[in-house]
């Protein structure tokens, strides 16, 4: 069974770094082909795709949110890092990482399988 | 980046009856590569369509996608009761990838 879940910071202080988790099962990160990457979703508000790394280290960034965000992958635990700098309230929102599936299209991707969210409070 | 518009923003049905949904693109969507989701409250958005008439795994044949170019259509052919939700469109044509702003399906 493939699952994604999300941990970390869930509430940040503005100007503060961000730092997310997505600890994967049922799927390797050391597979040819996978990829998985971080969506977010302001309350009420519609998705919003971040960042996203593929299993031979290639990395791929929204380009305007680039020099805020850095993707990394840890194999051996199989896991994927976000942090994002310079949080602002704006950045309020539902994080989540999905895997790559669905089109064969290799970038940009579908995502077929989802983390259940984390919420991230951006305030003082 | 392709700005994708979605409409109606709320659709107000019945059981049984037909749901048509719209995702217009501001630019051309090349080899179809549009997908659409369903998101419940509480949930994470669940895969639906994906190469604009693909179903992905396990989605009922009651929902089905079709358009090219610039327009784009989901369409549930008879409502079930867990299919009040919101849709989302997703184009993976060109970077970034980009979502609409969604269509919410409610109970008339």
């Known amino acids: 069974q493939i699952t994604l879940k999300e941990s970390g910071s869930t509430l940040v202080k503005p100007t503060q770094t961000l730092t997310l988790t997505c600890t994967l099962s049922?799927?390797?990160?050391?597979?040819?082909?996978?990829?998985v990457g971080w969506i977010r979703q302001p309350p009420g508000k519609a998705l919003e795709w971040l960042a996203l790394?593929?299993?031979?280290?290639?990395?791929r960034y929204s380009p305007s949110l680039q020099s805020r965000l850095t993707i990394t992958k840890d194999t051996s635990k199989n896991q994927v890092v976000l942090t994002m700098s310079n949080m602002d309230p704006v950045d309020t929102g539902t994080y989540y990482c999905?895997?790559?599936?669905?089109?064969?299209?290799?970038?940009?991707?579908?995502?077929?399988?989802w983390g259940q969210g984390t919420l991230v409070t951006v305030s003082s | 980046e392709i700005v994708l518009t979605q409409s109606p923003g709320t659709l107000s049905l019945s059981p049984g009856e037909r749901a048509t949904l719209s995702c217009r693109a501001s630019?051309?969507?090349?080899?179809?590569?549009l997908a659409w989701y369903q998101q419940k409250p509480g949930q994470a958005p669940r895969l639906l369509i994906f190469?604009?008439?693909s179903r992905a795994t396990g989605i009922p044949d009651r929902f089905s996608g079709s358009g090219s170019g610039t327009d784009f259509t989901l369409t549930i052919s008879r409502l079930e009761a867990e299919d009040f939700a919101v849709y989302f469109c997703?184009?993976?044509?060109?970077?970034?990838?980009?979502f609409g702003g969604g269509t919410k399906v409610e109970i008339k």
């Open positions: 999905a895997r790559r599936g669905g089109s064969s299209n290799w970038f940009p991707p579908t995502f077929d399988s």
């Open positions: 049922g799927f390797s990160l050391r597979s040819n082909g996978v990829g």
């Open positions: 790394i593929y299993w031979d280290d290639d990395k």
């Open positions: 630019q051309s969507v090349s080899r179809s590569y």
């Open positions: 190469d604009a008439s």
């Open positions: 997703q184009q993976y044509a060109r970077p970034p990838l980009t």
